[in-house]
T-cell receptor, first 111, second 117 residues
Framework: TQLLKQSPQFLSIQEGENLTVYCNSS?????LQWYRQEPGEGPVLLVT?????EVKKLKRLTFQFGDARKDSSLHITAAQTGDTGLYLC???????????FGAGTTVTVRA | EPEVTQTPSHQVTQMGQEVILRCVPI?????FYWYRQILGQKVEFLVS????????KSEIFDDQFSVERPDGSNFTLKIRSTKLEDSAMYFC???????????????FGPGTRLLVL
């Protein structure tokens, strides 16, 4: 069962372009995290959102949590080659002692 | 900055052998977790651990798996009789209070790549 569905699975864009990655669910999450994972390494936290409608900005990255706390998006403005990587969303529901991960979006930014 | 460490970074074993994966969580954290990621697949939860007890476990975490905190710093995952399908990257994680639903950060280690032949 795929609790969190990420789309697209793969994204390839030119440097300087914008991109958006989506994370959707039919379940309500109390918190949702976005991670970035490099090959052969563990996930590294980018941001956590906990309030419906919340928007957080991290330099060129903008994260949004849906009003109903069932979906989230990651938007990268003016992508750079250093943004290349696997982006994962993960969430915890109200009774969870764990994170449930999406399958990830592989982003490739071409020079 | 404090970090979760894991050893070994890579392990190759024969099917049917026992393996122990080791983790040192962040020192003042109380909740510990194991996840795995089969090559090309998503990160999957295995087990969470608090106060020397399992808090939650997934259906993957069957009788072949066990966890232990043998001393004040280490947290281990044992696979008693490895199968080919146990080949994966295993990640240890820790959090301060286990309050993931309140947005508490879960810190991940670099992983142990297990290959079962």
């Amino acid at each position: 069962t795929q609790l969190l569905k990420q789309s697209p699975q793969f994204l390839s864009i030119q440097e300087g372009e914008n991109l958006t990655v989506y994370c959707n669910s039919s379940s309500v999450f109390s918190s949702l995290q976005w991670y970035r994972q490099e090959p052969g390494e563990g996930p590294v936290l980018l941001v956590t959102v906990v309030t419906g409608g919340e928007v957080k900005k991290l330099k060129r990255l903008t994260f949004q949590f849906g009003d109903a706390r069932k979906d989230s998006s990651l938007h990268i403005t003016a992508a750079q080659t250093g943004d290349t990587g696997l982006y994962l969303c993960a969430g915890a529901r109200s009774n969870d002692y764990k994170l449930s991960f999406g399958a990830g979006t592989t982003v490739t930014v071409r020079a | 900055e404090p970090e979760v460490t894991q050893t070994p970074s890579h392990q190759v074993t024969q099917m049917g052998q026992e393996v122990i994966l080791r983790c040192v969580p962040i020192s003042n954290h109380l909740y510990f977790y194991w996840y795995r990621q089969i090559l090309g697949q998503k990160v999957e939860f295995l087990v969470s651990f608090y106060n020397n007890e399992i808090s939650e476990k997934s259906e993957i975490f069957d009788d072949q798996f066990s966890v232990e905190r043998p001393d004040g710093s280490n947290f281990t995952l044992k696979i008693r009789s490895t199968k080919l399908e146990d080949s994966a990257m295993y990640f240890c994680a820790s959090s301060a209070q286990g309050s993931l639903r309140n947005g508490e950060t879960q810190y991940f280690g670099p992983g142990t790549r297990l290959l079962v032949l």
